[in-house]
C-alpha cells in the first residue's frame, strides 16, 4: 500500500517484459476459463474483441477505433 505511489509512477506507464508475458498468460487464462465455464460462444466473441482492439485502425465505419497506443 505504501509503495503503489511509486508503482503508478514508474510501472503502469512503462510495463517492462514481465508485464506483457503476465498480462498475457493472465488472458490466455481468462479465456480457457470462459471457454470451460460458459462455452465456446463467449470465447470466441472474447477473441473477436482482442482482435478488434489491435486491428480496429484497419477496419471500416462503425468498427473502426483507435486501437492500442504505441503500436504501429
Same mark, same amino acid.
Request: hydrophobic share 55%; with cysteine; charged share 10%.
Given at each position: 500500500?505504501?509503495? *503503489?505511489p511509486n508503482y503508478a509512477m514508474y510501472r503502469i506507464a512503462f510495463p517492462?517484459? #514481465?508485464?506483457? #508475458?503476465?498480462?498475457?498468460?493472465?488472458?490466455?487464462?481468462?479465456?480457457?476459463?470462459?471457454?470451460? =465455464?460458459?462455452?465456446?460462444?463467449?470465447? =470466441?466473441? /472474447?477473441? =473477436?474483441?482482442? =482482435?478488434?482492439? *489491435?486491428?480496429?485502425? *484497419?477496419?471500416?465505419?462503425i468498427l473502426r477505433i483507435q486501437g492500442l497506443? /504505441?503500436? /504501429?
Open positions: 500500500m505504501f509503495a *503503489y517492462n517484459a #514481465w508485464d506483457f #508475458w503476465f498480462g498475457v498468460i493472465g488472458i490466455i487464462l481468462c479465456l480457457e476459463v470462459t471457454r470451460r =465455464v460458459l462455452g465456446n460462444v463467449l470465447l =470466441v466473441l /472474447g477473441i =473477436v474483441f482482442l =482482435v478488434q482492439l *489491435y486491428f480496429g485502425r *484497419y477496419l471500416p465505419g497506443p /504505441g503500436r /504501429g
